[in-house]
């Protein structure tokens, strides 16, 4: 592991200061390497999915692992996508003249060498090698044992888009050992990390940011709320209610707590039940839940859990305080909205619930970084210092002050 971050570091420098154009060519080479390997990918995918099988992985972990030729194209449009955004790199902000006549400003710059530490979807090599690639950084990538042989052979890609284009092999660095003490060694690597971004279950990312002593951008869940205020439009409230929650389950930004004003619960929680009945979704309530449909009695666990699954906790509020406060008690920081068709109260939901993503009259769904127009993202980070939300190329770069003079000195 020493030997690659000396290897990753090295490779920092030269990235930092290579064209937009070249690294342009190379995330197209990568590309273009990806979809000629597809059946190599494949086959090396097949023996990924079969010693998941004989070690009893589920289902869901199955689907996450497999790589077929939707998911490969995918990945090398993906990579397309990311040559086509902006290289925020090099890009100067704020300039302005200082009393003493010299010009202070400020310059966007690689972070340098990102860890990245993941499981089981093999096409996140592919993403954030391209994402640390667009901004200029060097990155380590550290996948899931149970994809080795499919992060290898896309790694093989990378690897040549890079090579054909003249950009260092080593900006892209996959550890091929399956030993998890690599994990370790990578996470306190402070001399040749700069920043480690975890993407997989809670367990991972709490050891992680326990035993890091290299800087890190995360989330550890996503326990988002959707709140009906009384002065909701009911239909709005149902379709964003329903959508923020039955979209896809098994994300982040899906809704796990529904909270509903009392005075508007019996007008829009019988359709709202309806609707999720249809869908299979079940129902756990508050005891003024209960009073108006049939519910499973909610837990004081139920509010702090992600249920990532077809299941939905469900409480009434006096007003928008109370929703608030369990909001910022409960929720993960992630992503949470409010309906309403009262501007004052919605600027207060803003202005006071402490998450990374606040909406208005919105599905939670829309937490993503391609909604958001920065294109591919490498995560979404709950925590305040650095990045928060939706992690694109911006959030993998820093800033420096940058002065320029005419000679003067301080007097």
């Known amino acids: 592991m020493q030997q690659l971050g000396q290897n990753a570091r090295a490779a920092a420098t030269e990235m930092s200061r290579a064209e937009s154009s070249v690294k ?19 086959l090396e ?5 079969q010693a998941g099988k004989d070690n009893g992985l589920d289902a869901a972990m199955l689907d996450r692992l497999e790589l077929n030729d939707e998911r490969i194209s995918g990945m090398s449009e993906g990579l397309r996508q990311i040559a086509a955004l902006q290289d925020p790199v090099g890009e100067i902000t704020d300039m302005a003249y200082r009393p003493s006549g010299i010009q202070i400003g400020k310059m966007r710059v690689p972070l340098g060498v990102i860890g990245i530490i993941y499981e089981s ?6 993403d954030a090698a391209g994402l640390c690639l667009k901004s200029g950084n060097a990155t380590i990538l550290r996948g899931g044992s149970e994809a080795i042989n499919s992060n290898k052979a896309v790694a093989k890609c990378i ?44 367990s991972l990312i709490e050891r992680i940011s326990k035993e890091a002593t290299v ?37 982040c930004n899906a809704m796990e707590t529904l909270l509903v004003h009392e005075s508007i619960a019996a007008a829009c929680l019988p359709e709202l039940a309806k609707r999720y009945s249809e869908k299979g979704v079940e129902l756990r309530g ?28 469900i409480k009434v509020v006096s007003d928008i305080d109370q929703a608030m406060v369990h909001i910022n008690k409960h929720g993960s920081h992630h992503t949470d909205t409010i309906v309403s068709e009262d ?27 391609f909604e958001y127009g920065l294109g591919a993202e490498i995560g979404i980070s709950t925590d305040k210092l650095h990045a928060r939300g939706p992690v694109g190329l911006e959030g993998l770069t820093s800033l420096k002050y940058i002065v320029l003079g005419d000679g003067q000195i301080r007097e």
């Open 286 to 313: 508050c005891e003024l839940t209960a009073k108006i449909i049939d519910c499973e009695k909610v837990t004081e666990e139920d509010w702090d859990t992600e249920y990532l699954a077809a299941i939905l906790s």
């Open 343 to 369: 501007y004052t109260l919605a600027r207060r939901f803003l202005r006071e619930v402490d998450s990374s993503s606040v909406m208005v009259n919105a599905s939670t769904r829309f937490a993503d970084g």
């Open 24 to 42: 342009n060519q190379a995330l197209v080479a990568i590309a273009n390497a990806i979809d000629n390997a597809a059946e190599t990918l494949k």
């Open 215 to 251: 800087p890190v951008i995360k989330h550890l869940d996503g326990i988002c709320h959707v709140y009906i205020d009384a002065h909701a439009d009911l239909r709005k409230a149902s379709d964003i209610a329903f959508n923020s929650k039955t979209h896809r389950y098994g994300v």
């Open 159 to 202: 690897q040549q888009g890079l090579t054909e284009t003249g950009l260092p092999a080593d900006a892209v660095q996959v550890v091929e050992t399956t030993d998890r003490a690599a994990v370790g060694e990578l996470i306190t690597s402070s001399e040749t990390v700069d920043v480690i971004i975890p993407r997989g279950g809670k």
């Open 121 to 126: 979807r093999p096409n996140v090599t592919a």
């Open 45 to 49: 995918n097949q023996k990924d999915l």
